[in-house]
């Protein structure tokens, strides 16, 4: 098959290059066209229980995770200058393109009563113009009293203060939101250098923008950082900058490809997606390095270009098929999880590393037909020596320490159970950001000074026969005695429903006294309270809420108002909203399941009348849940590849033994590696278990091209185990070798990252490949010496006979005279 393949490609390179070319073309539109994600991904499936009461939750009450929050901690802005500044800052912030409303102290609304009228209304804590530092002082001590705003905008102990933006969902989930963020950034730099006063950022919307241009930079750098260090690998290798730049224009093609598969299958970049592009480019160099290493040591043999070119198709046509095939195999299996990023992560990066194997086999030796001849400095590498002395001590430790070898492994794999005992699983909302970074500054702000900003949403349904249950004055002081307790919890800001506006009615019907800051302690009571509400606009922003306090009957209109977000129009639901700190998912999971929740069923209580539902929902609950799904599924995506990949060894060797032999080396390079994350306190989290399905990939492709050649050499040396092994290490450890170096400098560079996730990536993926390599050239040779019996029978044939995994020749004593080589600068057409 291969033959005919060969010729195929030989006789039409022409045209199969022009048809890349004009499929990168329509890539290219398509790849101009992609977007970044703005949105954290959604990590937990759709028919969740716990997802599908977040989508009903923003139906009804809109969504959560929409607020910025500017916070300020400075006594100075106490002073009337920098107040007056400030109030400039948060009137400038409402004009805003993408801006809902701003709430701060600067613009703070006070509920009033108007005894003539007998109703409420709304007025400025603040008037426009303050004449004195004296009279802003009475001001500041009147608002002090509004304990509706109290913990919620001020932290009364220590003065901090923030501002509040609501910010419109249509610009939260777009590109828009850079241009908001850059804005609101903009503002606040102007008012700390009039002010002298430092702001802090923190809101889900603020931290969705930032980290999406903080990806979109850093695939950027990894993409030019991945090109040039492997690139100058390649170029040390062959000393040819005509290898190096061809190599390259193929491997950029293939991530135009990449980009533009993003964008057809209406994907976004996300921070897992973005580290596709400088992954193909280092598989990508692997492959024109073994292709075009193939092509230079069959010209050393024929002194034919074209042979030469039509060698390196036939004889690694199902090398670099398998290897891609190993590869993408990891990539692929994530399509079995239920988690969106991972699955678009795997298809992606999958079907280019396919693309990459075809475009590779069709444009390396097409372009190089066209090119002169290698000269004797481009076929310099073939006395390649460097690795030899290496790789003749590890062949002496194969064959003379065996036991040695099985002891040394017994105890790593023991050691690495133990480290592996040790892993933990635990993710935030804000994972992969630098500890000493703006944001994880800021956001420890808001924690220490407002108990977070992080979304968490309560949600209590009264199903009962009485109209408005919410509002029955029974149902209040269940709901406010909740909220105490909720108040009570450090992790967790002051709570806001309806009952805190039932509160405010309350104290500014006895003159804003904050000591009346409470529900009403009677029906009587909350009539009179009513009777304020019914004729007040307060709650509603286009018409009038005459709402029932304390079970007295009248009218609702929810319609644009603001009651609208925290109950339903039947007043049977009620919202119960709080921020919390980025405590992590172990930390949240026992808050949520062993504090919050036991505590609203001693509380809500169904009665054989009434019938109390209660839930816990949000962004961050539904962020953090989407950890165990992700672990979860990257299990079962691992397992998956284990099978298919040992599926794949299968049809290759047809031996049960071998195929045990050559998986117990890369298991054990991925439990070292597991174990190194328990022992150093590595989370298993996404981007770290995200790892192992890759580099079992990788890693497996060692062990093929080293049984290949040992199955050769078995063959070639009449069944001599020990020299088939010698030669074995000698020949192909070097191929090994160089790939994993290769493979190493591709995916440390994600080291350089500013995500923590990208990071840990980088370096275990970097980790595992190396301790493959190892376990690839000592144990497998080890085990293969001890247990395999080989033998041929009488015409029989296996798929990995027609691999070929010779890098620097035939064999390893008979060195290639490189002085016996001529080149000629002219050669004929046909060659």
Request: proline fraction near 3%; glycine fraction near 6%.
């Amino acid at each position: 098959m291969w033959n005919s393949i060969a010729r195929f490609v030989i006789q039409f390179r022409l045209a199969l290059i022009v048809v890349i070319g004009l499929i990168t073309v329509v890539m290219g539109y398509y790849a101009s066209r992609v977007q970044m994600s703005y949105d954290f991904a959604r990590t937990v499936p759709l028919d969740d229980p716990d997802m599908v009461m977040l989508n009903q939750f923003k139906a009804q009450f809109g969504e959560d995770g929409n607020i910025i929050a500017v916070g300020v901690k400075d006594s100075s802005v106490y002073q009337l200058q920098n107040f007056e500044a400030f109030r400039k800052l948060v009137q400038e912030v409402r004009k805003l393109s993408g801006v809902n409303e701003v709430i701060a102290l600067p613009v703070m609304k006070v509920i009033m009563k108007d005894t003539v009228e007998d109703k409420f209304y709304l007025a400025d804590a603040f008037p426009k113009r303050i004449n004195s530092e004296a009279e802003f002082d009475s001001l500041l001590s009147k608002a002090g009293d509004q304990k509706f705003y109290m913990s919620q905008l001020v932290n009364s102990a220590n003065g901090a203060t923030m501002m509040l933006i609501s910010v419109q969902k249509e610009v939260m989930n777009s590109s828009k939101r850079e241009a908001l963020i850059t804005s609101l950034l903009e503002k606040g730099k102007q008012f700390e250098e009039t002010s002298k006063i430092q702001l802090h950022y923190a809101g889900l919307p603020f931290i969705r923008a930032l980290v999406a241009g903080q990806v979109k930079n850093e695939m950027r750098f990894f993409l030019i950082a991945s090109a040039i260090i492997t690139g100058l690998i390649m170029f040390l290798f062959f000393r040819s900058f005509r290898a190096v730049l061809f190599s390259m224009i193929i491997i950029a093609i293939v991530v135009i490809w990449t980009l533009g598969t993003l964008a057809i299958f209406g994907y976004k970049i996300t921070l897992l997606s973005g580290l596709i592009p400088p992954v193909i480019v280092t598989i990508g160099i692997t492959n024109a390095i073994y292709l075009l290493n193939k092509y230079h040591l069959e010209f050393a043999k024929t002194q034919n270009k074209v042979e030469a070119i039509t060698g390196v198709v036939k004889k690694m046509g199902l090398a670099t098929f398998l290897t891609n095939l190993t590869v993408a195999i990891g990539f692929l299996t994530l399509l079995a999880t239920d988690i969106i990023i991972l699955r678009e992560f795997g298809i992606v990066a999958g079907i280019n590393i396919m693309v990459l194997f075809i475009v590779s086999l069709i444009m390396i030796p097409g372009i190089f037909s066209w090119l002169p001849t290698p000269s004797e400095k481009h076929l310099r590498h073939l006395n390649f020596r460097i690795m030899g002395r290496f790789l003749k001590d590890i062949d002496l430790i194969v064959r003379k320490q065996r036991v040695a070898i099985y002891a040394t492994s017994v105890v790593l794999a023991i050691v690495s159970v133990i480290g592996i005992l040790q892993l933990r699983s635990v993710s935030y909302m804000v994972d992969d950001v630098p500890e000493d970074s703006p944001v994880k500054r800021d956001l420890k702000f808001f924690e220490a000074n407002f108990s977070g900003i992080m979304p968490l949403e309560m949600v209590v349904e009264f199903k009962s026969k009485k109209r408005r249950p919410v509002l029955d004055l029974n149902n209040m002081q269940k709901v406010d005695a909740f909220e105490t307790y909720l108040d009570s919890l450090p992790q967790l800001s002051k709570p806001v429903s309806l009952i805190s506006f039932v509160k405010a009615s309350k104290q500014a019907f006895y003159n804003n006294n904050p000591s009346r800051y409470a529900i009403p302690s009677s029906k009587s009571e909350g009539a009179f309270i009513q009777k304020y509400i019914m004729k007040s606009d307060v709650f509603s922003a286009d018409a009038k809420n005459k709402i029932e306090v304390g079970g007295e009957t009248a009218k609702n209109n929810t319609k644009g108002s603001l009651v609208r977000s925290f109950v339903d129009s039947t007043f049977s639901k009620i919202r119960i909203s709080c921020q919390i700190a980025d405590i992590g998912s172990v930390k949240l999971d026992s808050l949520v399941h062993h504090s919050i929740e036991p505590k609203m069923k001693e509380i809500f209580v169904s009665t054989e009348k009434d019938s109390i539902t209660t839930a816990i929902t949000g962004s961050t609950k539904i962020f953090i849940k989407g950890n165990k799904f992700l672990i979860a599924n990257l299990q079962e995506s691992l397992l998956l590849a284990f099978i298919l990949i040992t599926l794949s060894m299968a049809v290759l060797f047809a031996n049960v033994r071998m195929i045990v032999i050559s998986l117990i080396p890369n298991l054990l390079a991925l439990m070292i590696t597991a174990g190194l994350m328990g022992f150093f306190n590595i989370p298993l989290k996404a981007s770290t278990a995200l790892i192992f399905s890759i580099t079992f990939g990788i890693s497996v492709d060692n062990s093929i091209r080293f049984l290949a050649k040992y199955r050769q050499e078995i063959l070639s040396n009449k069944f001599n185990i020990p020299l088939a092994i010698t030669d074995s290490i000698l020949e192909t450890g070097k191929s090994i070798m160089y790939t994993s170096i290769v493979l190493f400098a591709g995916f440390i560079i994600f080291a350089f990252s500013d995500f923590g996730g990208t990071i840990a990536l980088g370096l275990l993926t970097s980790t595992t490949l190396v301790i493959s390599m190892f376990t690839n050239l000592i144990l497998l040779p080890a085990l293969i010496m001890t247990f395999d019996k080989p033998k041929k029978k009488k015409g029989e044939y296996l798929l990995i006979d027609d691999f070929d995994s010779s890098f620097y020749g035939e064999q390893d004593d008979e060195e290639i005279d490189l002085s016996r080589i001529t080149i000629h600068n002219r050669h004929s057409a046909a060659e």
